[in-house]
């Protein structure tokens, strides 16, 4: 999705209204970490990855 050298982020699902679907914090992350979405309608979304300074956003579809 980009490239973060900081280990805490947090991860966020947008849904196309720009309401928050899901916020998820990640301290000591790995290079690698698993977001469950089966709780999460079908849809556009924007996923959102923020540390202290840098902001990634991409958007997801879920089918």
Sequence with gaps: MGS???T???FSLID???RKV???SFR???LIESVSVLD???GIYLSV???SD???TKKVIIE
């Design 4 to 6: 973060i050298s900081e």
């Design 8 to 10: 805490n982020y947090t």
């Design 16 to 18: 196309i209204n720009g």
């Design 22 to 24: 899901m916020e998820h």
């Design 28 to 30: 000591d992350a790995k």
């Design 40 to 42: 999460i309608a079908k």
């Design 49 to 51: 990855l923020e540390t």
């Design 54 to 56: 840098k902001r990634i």
